[in-house]
Nanobody, 115 residues
Framework: QVQLVESGGGLVQPGGSLRLSCVAS????????MGWYRQAPGKQRELVAQ???????NYADSVKGRFTISSDTAKSTVYLQMNSLKPEDTAVYYC?????????WGQGTQVTVSS
């Protein structure tokens, strides 16, 4: 079992920044990949960014150049730095960890971009 706890969400104005954190209960060395997903009201959950144990990253086209995913293995933490936020980034953001055939999800953190 891997427990994930997200934090860092909140209300921000368009053009602003937020940094989300996801702390894993297990060493992220044992995790194949970690990612951030989001789900807006009435929409399906979608991948925002992912980082593998080897450090490879990939991003949704809608966030490329604005969001950056990174990890701190010593803290078993993955971050999502979000810059130049837009109203359409408003969603609940979830952290996901994949280890072997298993996937684990956090409870989510709300991000609201509004003036």
């Amino acid at each position: 079992q891997v427990q994930l706890v997200e934090s860092g969400g909140g209300l921000v104005q368009p053009g602003g920044s937020l940094r989300l954190s996801c702390v894993a209960s297990a060493s992220i060395f044992s995790i194949n990949a970690m990612g951030w997903y989001r789900q807006a009201p009435g929409k399906q959950r979608e991948l925002v960014a992912q980082i593998t144990s080897g450090g490879s990253t990939n991003y949704a086209d809608s966030v490329k150049g604005r969001f950056t995913i990174s990890s701190d293995t010593a803290k078993s933490t993955v971050y999502l730095q979000m810059n130049s936020l837009k109203p359409e980034d408003t969603a609940v953001y979830y952290c996901k960890a994949t280890r072997g055939w298993h996937s684990y999800w956090g409870q989510g953190t709300q991000v609201t971009v509004s003036s």
